[in-house]
């Protein structure tokens, strides 16, 4: 079974960093991107960026270049998301995701398929 | 920057069926994707390239694209079906784009 397993829920202060896990197990964890979408408390999904683990290439969503760094151990089969300084407004549910791809049609087609479990990170004073 | 246009709740009674749509001026050439979220829990695929569902995805789901508008379609709606829906493509460059998403109501 493919499987994405998150860190747990976080509790920090405005200015300490972070760094949260997403674990994949089931699937060869060099051969797909893994991604990041932000889902802030009682609000809708917003794409942060995504890592192949193969090779570290990295892209990141305009709204969040700057903002987080991420990463990913491929002898650990695991991806990462951090901040060097959080903010309450970082406060928000983290979900990873695998990426599947179609490359035979033009545009290649891109979508998320399984969903971690999602990590809660709460930031406040 | 794109956006994807998704109305905000839509209500339907058990049995009947559900028409959630998603607008987007560069969905003719970008396909489009459905997730299901229930409260408290992940998104769930449910449809892949416009209209694809993924194994496990009972088939009363079905999705369908026209122009610069998808629908996922959820025939014989019931009330596990409850959930916030979200479509997801991608804008010319090929960034990630997700709707605001739409809850539906089972009566």
């Known amino acids: 079974e493919v499987q994405l397993v998150q860190s747990g829920a976080e509790v920090k202060k405005p200015g300490e960093s972070l760094k949260i896990s997403c674990k994949g197990s089931g699937y060869s964890f060099t051969s797909y991107w893994i991604g990041w979408v932000r889902q802030m408390p009682g609000k809708g999904l917003e794409w942060m960026g995504i890592i192949y683990p193969g090779d570290s290439d990295t892209r990141y969503s305009p709204s969040f270049q700057g903002q987080v760094t991420i990463s990913a151990d491929k002898s650990i089969s695991t991806a990462y998301l951090q901040w060097s300084s959080l903010k309450a407004s970082d406060t928000a549910m983290y979900y990873c995701?695998?990426?599947?791809?179609?490359?035979?049609?033009?545009?290649?087609?891109?979508?998320?398929?399984?969903w971690g479990q999602g990590t809660l990170v709460t930031v406040s004073s | 920057s794109y956006e994807l246009t998704q109305p905000p709740s839509v209500s339907v009674s058990p049995g009947q069926t559900a028409r959630i749509t998603c607008s987007g001026d560069a969905l003719p050439k970008q396909y489009a994707y459905w997730y299901q979220q229930k409260p408290g829990q992940a998104p769930v695929l449910v449809i892949y390239?416009?209209?694809e569902r993924p194994s496990g995805i009972p088939e009363r789901f079905s999705g369908s694209s026209s122009g610069t508008t998808v629908t996922l379609t959820i025939s014989g709606v019931q009330a596990e079906d409850e959930a916030d829906y979200y479509c997801q493509s991608a804008d010319s460059s090929g960034t990630v784009v997700f709707g605001g998403g739409t809850k539906l109501t089972v009566l």
């Open positions: 995701v695998r990426q599947l791809r179609d490359i035979v049609v033009v545009p290649a087609a891109n979508w998320f398929d399984p």
């Open positions: 390239k416009d209209s």
